[in-house]
């Protein structure tokens, strides 16, 4: 048997239907569906073997847990509450400026010490 | 309470997304601050692919780029994905948020950071273990009050 990290990271529908252990159909059926995320190159699909994994995880057979899907106008509400201003800002700028931060670096006019931004 | 090092915020679904979709916004600074080891970072398997799930449904791959660098980045505590008899006792008033409520209690989380308005307001109205605050919320009322701010402030 084929160890999963012997498994290439890109698949071609067959072999990600034969990963999955369905037919091929389904897996264009779940392409055309929007549930398995894949990109068209030409007139063939690749699909991530990330992408395989997720579905796997997002379809496991646990009703009492269900992911939400934001609308958008949820989402911009979500990007306008997250705008960084007045004491919330004040308050970053002194906490970063003072520990050796990277966050607001670039107006600081400093060289970037981290890379989690 | 104090802050230090262990202090636990349970990030959810929309914090990510947050930072993954505005690298400028509070998530992402709230993040950040975690990733430097001031705070420690939580979330759950199923927060996680909640969050991809709708960075892929509703953003650009360069904002997918930035979930998976964050996810990578950040030394994130990762929880299981909850029981159902965790989950279940949460549902009549969480609804769909059931299993971030049972993450942050199995996790035994201080805050749970969220821009869900509703998900805040709920919580504020259980009597749960953790407070829940937006991370602008969290900046302005919450880090003030890590041990080393006066240090910090005197100092800037």
Known sequence: MQRVEDLPEIMTPDQAAEYLQVNRETIYRYIRDGKLDASRLG???RVPRRSLELLLLATRT???VKYR????????????????DGDALAVARTFDRATGGSFFAAERGDAPADSTR | MTLAPTTCLLFDA?????????????SSYTLSVC??????AVVSLDILIEAERNVVAKREADALYRYRGLVEAIPFVVLPSPT????????GVFFEDAHVVASALAGQCDFLITLDRRLQRRVEQSSLTFTALSPREFLQ??????????????QS
């Open chain 1, 43 to 45: 007139r063939s699909y």
């Open chain 1, 62 to 64: 646990r009703p009492y």
């Open chain 1, 69 to 84: 899907e934001y609308p958008d106008e949820q989402i911009e509400q979500f990007l306008a509450d997250d705008v960084l």
């Open chain 2, 14 to 26: 929309s914090c990510l997304f947050a930072a993954a979709a505005s690298p400028e916004g509070g």
């Open chain 2, 35 to 40: 990733a430097r080891g001031y705070l420690q």
């Open chain 2, 84 to 91: 159902e008899e965790a989950v279940e006792p949460h549902e």
């Open chain 2, 141 to 154: 009322m919450v880090l003030p009050t890590h041990p080393e701010y006066p240090r910090i402030r005197q």
